[in-house]
């Protein structure tokens, strides 16, 4: 290992090359706070150093794991003593905008909040957004196929990126940096690194589609009477808005009253005794218009009785304040610790029986248990919470089977957006067929036959 780095050490300089306290002072992800185990972390600042790198760590058959933003909630950052971290956090560079072709060049350790910034400035905007904006990265996004708040107008990560550059396991650089939108050549080569988790290449820089301004935006937070009346709602704010219905947060009243009343965190804005909240949110351009079309619809779904109270947010702040609810995450924290989080996606008409299906079966084996669901509804994407006051390795394999195992008849994903990594690879089956696990299984023998990319992530042992 010492011989490596030294050899490491010549091609990024022995400032990038971090062993010791200035390794376990780091962080693998922001929710467990687990130290850094790894043997080393090395911080290229260019594709050529970062292949020099690699083609070292080839010839040593050296495994590593990439960090990017650490914001993943699914260990695919966690590092073995044995490993070295790849850091892409000096590769931070926007390179190139193109207000006429609409794209945007960026290298992959920079925040996703940098890129939306930078399309501002041009008065364009990149739709993807998330709570962890401000220190996920987009190597990381890319990597795991973010979704976030939008996804229902604009789609997931996959749909922003039309040309992006990766590093295999052995150095090569695989540079499919296209900025049209139209390209047929052959096979589309950058979407088997999407959402691949770091497993067949290290994503260095990207071409990312821009989308034009929406500057105006309406938000409101309603409540709604029952879990029909909440699809019907969803079916109602889309057909009246059309393309611009932007985001359809749902929130079970355990997760409302929760962070309002009962935590006392935020001021409910509407009574916490309804059975389901939802934050609409619309996105135009002329304002006054399109807030005359909002206030219509919303005032069309309760006079149909889909929505039995509502409020519209009259500033920025107050919009803020709606959403500050939805993604405290913070306060799930607080409130359930020991935490378990899920990210998981099914057919909207079956979340209202999965949700009470999971909280009978939590609630049979920890009478005192708790889940608190919310999420992406409209487009079938829900995020549970459970505390049971336990986080012992049984108690997480019977939490984990409680969430699960209700989803394969369904049709449903244990991953809707955060991926797989450590945490959900043994589940990976539930999701995936035979089949298609052994073509991911040949994917990856064919580009890291040493498995030494992220290894034992993401497929279940004896992928590689």
Not at 2 to 14: F, Q, Y
Not at 384 to 399: F, I, K, M, Q, T
Request: net charge negative; aromatic share 4%; with cysteine.
């Amino acid at each position: 290992m010492d011989a490596l780095l030294k050899e490491i050490a010549e091609r990024v300089g022995p400032a990038n090359v971090l062993v010791g306290d200035d390794v376990t002072a780091r962080r693998v992800d922001w929710l467990t706070g687990s130290p850094c185990r790894a043997a080393a972390i090395v911080r290229p600042a260019t594709t050529a150093e970062l292949a020099a790198v690699m083609r070292a760590c080839h010839a040593a058959r050296q495994p590593v794991v990439t960090h990017g933003g650490l914001t993943g909630l699914v260990h695919g950052a966690e590092a073995a003593p044995d490993e070295l971290v790849i850091s892409l956090e000096r590769m931070n560079a926007i390179e190139a905008l193109d207000p006429v072709g609409g794209t945007l060049t960026a290298q992959a350790g920079v925040p996703l909040q940098r890129v939306q910034e930078a399309a501002e400035e041009i008065g364009l905007q990149f739709p993807v957004d998330l709570g962890a904006r401000g220190s996920c990265t987009i190597g990381g996004n890319i990597a795991t196929n973010a979704g976030g708040i939008r996804v229902i107008r604009y789609g997931m990560m996959r749909q922003q990126v039309l040309g992006l550059e990766a590093v295999l396991a052995d150095g090569r650089v695989v540079g499919s940096m296209n900025h049209m939108l139209k390209n047929n050549a052959g096979f589309d080569l950058k979407q088997m690194f999407i959402g691949s988790e770091g497993t067949l290449g290290i994503v260095t820089r990207a071409v990312l589609r821009l989308q034009p301004a929406t500057p105006d935006v309406q938000t409101a937070l309603v409540a709604c009477p029952d879990f029909t009346a909440l699809t019907g709602l969803l079916g109602h704010m889309g057909r009246e808005l059309g393309g611009s219905l932007a985001a359809f947060e749902a929130m079970w009243q355990s997760h409302y009253r929760l962070l309002t009343e009962t935590s006392g965190r935020h001021l409910p804005p509407l009574a916490p005794s309804a059975p389901f909240y939802v934050i609409v949110e619309s996105l135009g351009c002329a304002p006054d218009s399109h807030a005359e079309l909002f206030a219509r619809a919303l005032e069309g779904a309760l006079d149909q009785g889909l929505v039995v109270d509502a409020v519209l947010a009259q500033s920025d702040t107050q919009r803020q304040g709606l959403w500050a609810i939805r993604e405290d995450i913070e306060g799930l924290i607080q409130a359930l610790a020991p935490l378990f989080t899920f990210d998981v996606s099914l057919p909207i008409p079956a979340m209202e029986d999965y949700v009470a299906e999971v909280e009978a079966a939590i609630h049979h084996t920890w009478p005192e248990g708790r889940v608190v669901a919310f999420g992406h509804l409209g487009d079938g994407n829900l995020h549970l919470s459970v505390g049971v006051g336990s986080a012992d390795p049984e108690v997480r394999r019977a939490v984990e089977t409680a969430v699960y195992a209700p989803l394969s008849p369904l049709g449903g994903s244990i991953s809707a957006e955060h991926g797989i990594g450590l945490e959900k690879r043994d589940f990976l089956s539930l999701s995936r067929n035979a089949e298609e696990i052994a073509l991911m299984r040949t994917l990856k023998q064919a580009l890291d036959p040493l498995d030494l990319l992220n290894r034992h992530k993401v497929l279940p042992p004896g992928a590689a």
